[in-house]
């Protein structure tokens, strides 16, 4: 965790202790620096949308029609996003989505961390929280697509490449 | 199609013509050696789960609970179901389905096909039934997580295998 120190992770629903502005899961604190700062979690999938497009052109991805992306949420199995809160302000630092069968299968997609807060083990604690919502629901297959750059980023947290030879492949319109 | 003919594959939710036990949607023909026999494609999703698993025994599959089956069926975004209509009577010969956000991507999962009806090219016009059906959804993103053994086939169908490096990953609890 970096220099986050991890307080609360087992909570199904806890509420910042501090205030009630925002009603998260797992909540980090920095611990020397700031403490008054904590990070975070919640599977609330209403969204300020903009926020999110905001979150998403930080990390250069290409805008997609906000018609759709609202539609994605609202049939995506598990949406996490992941928040710095500073006494009463909260900011959108990363996201992460999931569709499943809610049976068998998950494939996650959409993982952004705002550069600004990468390499201080954030987005390893985002994935984390979302492998474990994912197995709370007793998912037990658990998927993703990686691009090259993020390949070992993954393989840390125990994903596994190409497993007995299975391969990822994809069908785009021509 | 091999010596398959197609005989309708526009029409929306076509009932087979000679008679109405089956509300199918893609209609194959047997040419010359059995006219009265139809292959017939079906979105239902309220499959007997019997007729199912006996399917997948089949092609060798490890059995899974029912109450999982049923539930990752109702959870998905398609099921597609492949049937040999001969008359009255009709045999599940085929099934495919997909997860999706509904907007940008879909999963494929679970794609059979009964081994007495393989090499026929009825794999690929379920596959091909199944890709117009998530375009028709504006679905551009379709992915799956193919066996080493059938990659080739999933190739000649369009699937890309790693695109710009694009790697599927797995991850699976202890």
Partial sequence: MGFWKKLLNNSAAATAPQDNIFEGDMIITKRETAPETR???STQRELDLYELEELCDRVGWARRPL????KALQHSFLVVSMWEVRGKSKRLIGFARA???HAFNATIWDVVVDPEYQSKGLGKALMKYLIKKLRGEDISNI???ADPGVIDFYRRLGFMLDPEGIKGMFWYPD
Same sequence: chains 1, 2.
């Fill in 143 to 145: 998927t993703l697509f």
């Fill in 67 to 70: 018609r759709k992306v609202r």
């Fill in 39 to 41: 990070i975070c979690f």
């Fill in 99 to 101: 569709t499943s069968d």
